[in-house]
């Protein structure tokens, strides 16, 4: 019995190493996987206009892929059988290990076949079988982070219209935050006016959001300014002339220059 307990203690370690060779060769291909990935996504933020923080996501999968992999082969179990016949094939013990942890321990042939399959089994087998290296894939992400690093150096191309609209966007953002600090500090000191013109206000103020957020192009932030401005010049005239009502007035027609 002493036999059969240090074969299936040898099985147990095979198993282990089984799950670990697995582990170390899954992480490796998941990190070049992900590498592929980030330098794809790189390539095409360089050449198209997408979002920066896409960078950032893939970055975070290229990081987390490695450690699934990692987590997923080793927590997955090797029964004893395949690693014996693992351990048989690779070490030419023709069958031994198998047909030891198959035999019933009352035959009263066990003793022998134990015997025998415990005389193939060495104390460095595993580790001259399995050893530790680095695999392919580990030296293919190596040239992936250069391209990775080279590719950083180069610029971003942008279209002029491209380039023309992230300006747009700005200034729209500029103009809508003033508008939303000017509404609310008359809101916050009003002077003596009509609802209809607090109305006005609240919708300059609506507006003045909209345009900090960039959420509008050109035409309809214009056309928004434009509609606010009536209401406004509408209000100017039946109350006449307003210090507020002029200074509203001019924040409403700043968008539009």
Same mark, same amino acid.
Request: with cysteine.
């Given at each position: 019995?002493?036999?059969?307990?240090?074969?299936?203690? $040898?099985?147990?370690?095979?198993?282990?190493? +089984?799950? *670990?060779? &697995?582990?170390?060769?899954?992480?490796? $291909? &998941?990190?070049?996987?992900?590498?592929?990935?980030?330098? &794809? !996504?790189?390539?095409?933020?360089?050449?198209?206009?997408?979002?920066?923080?896409?960078?950032?996501?893939?970055?975070?999968?290229?990081? !987390?892929?490695?450690?699934?992999?990692?987590?997923?082969?080793? *927590? $997955?179990?090797?029964? +004893?059988?395949?690693? #014996?016949?693992?351990?048989?094939?690779? %070490?030419? +013990?023709?069958?031994?290990?198998? /047909? &030891?942890?198959?035999?019933?321990?009352?035959?009263?042939?066990?003793?022998?076949?134990?015997?025998?399959?415990? =005389?193939?089994? !060495?104390? !460095?087998?595993?580790?001259?079988?399995?050893?530790? @290296?680095?695999?392919? @894939?580990?030296?293919?992400?190596?040239?992936?982070?250069?391209?990775?690093?080279?590719?950083?150096?180069?610029?971003?191309?942008? /279209?002029?219209?491209?380039?023309?609209?992230? %300006?747009?966007?700005?200034?729209?953002?500029? #103009?809508?935050?003033? +508008?939303?600090?000017?509404?609310?500090?008359?809101?916050?000191?009003?002077?003596?006016?009509?609802?209809? %013109? =607090?109305?006005?206000?609240?919708?300059?103020?609506?507006?003045?959001?909209?345009?900090? $957020?960039?959420?509008?192009?050109?035409?309809?932030?214009?056309?928004?300014? %434009?509609?606010?401005?009536?209401?406004?010049?509408?209000?100017?005239?039946?109350?006449?002339?307003?210090?507020?009502?002029?200074?509203? @007035?001019? #924040?409403?027609? /700043?968008?539009?220059?």
């Amino acid at each position: 019995m002493q036999d059969r307990v240090f074969i299936e203690a $040898k099985l147990r370690e095979t198993s282990k190493r +089984l799950r *670990l060779q &697995a582990a170390w060769h899954a992480a490796w $291909k &998941a990190f070049l996987t992900g590498a592929l990935i980030w330098v &794809a !996504t790189l390539v095409i933020f360089k050449c198209f206009p997408i979002k920066a923080h896409w960078l950032g996501i893939v970055a975070f999968l290229w990081a !987390t892929l490695p450690l699934a992999a990692w987590s997923f082969f080793w *927590l $997955k179990p090797i029964p +004893l059988m395949d690693a #014996a016949r693992w351990l048989d094939h690779h %070490a030419r +013990l023709q069958e031994r290990l198998a /047909s &030891a942890l198959e035999m019933d321990p009352q035959s009263p042939w066990s003793s022998l076949v134990y015997r025998d399959a415990r =005389k193939g089994v !060495t104390p !460095t087998q595993l580790r001259e079988l399995m050893p530790f @290296q680095l695999p392919r @894939q580990a030296r293919m992400s190596v040239w992936i982070l250069a391209l990775g690093a080279a590719l950083g150096w180069f610029p971003e191309y942008r /279209s002029n219209a491209y380039l023309e609209q992230v %300006a747009h966007e700005q200034r729209m953002e500029t #103009a809508g935050k003033k +508008l939303v600090e000017f509404v609310r500090r008359e809101i916050k000191n009003p002077p003596p006016l009509a609802e209809s %013109a =607090k109305e006005s206000l609240q919708a300059l103020e609506a507006l003045g959001d909209v345009l900090s $957020k960039a959420q509008l192009n050109r035409q309809n932030a214009l056309k928004e300014v %434009a509609s606010v401005r009536e209401n406004v010049e509408k209000e100017m005239q039946r109350w006449g002339e307003n210090p507020a009502i002029k200074r509203m @007035q001019q #924040a409403a027609r /700043s968008p539009s220059g």
